[in-house]
């Protein structure tokens, strides 16, 4: 009579595991995962309103201005006015 009562107790046991690997523990996954997203948006947003406020507003174009430059430069661009590239190749590339 034990061996049925304890299979059945072994059973029940690895239903409930079975259960709680399958079920509950992707579904807490997918949860976290979304409140660190939203944690991480929202620290993203102070981040921003923060950067926002320390830099004076006569400074925020010249900061701008500075960025496209720098970005032009890293693109390759000697100067910060736009390069013409014209739309057809000369050549067809050779592999």
Do not use: Y
Request: without cysteine; proline residues 2%.
């Amino acid at each position: 009579m034990h061996g049925e009562r304890d299979m059945s107790l072994k059973d029940s046991l690895l239903q409930g595991v079975s259960r709680l690997s399958n079920e509950l523990v992707p579904a807490a996954v997918r949860t976290a995962g979304a409140k660190v997203e939203e944690f991480r948006q929202r620290l993203d947003h102070l981040n921003r309103t923060l950067a926002e406020r320390a830099l004076p507003g006569d400074r925020k174009g010249r900061v701008s201005e500075l960025s496209l430059q720098r970005k032009a430069r890293d693109a390759g661009q000697q100067e910060s006015t736009l390069k013409v590239v014209d739309g057809e190749r000369k050549h067809k590339r050779t592999r």
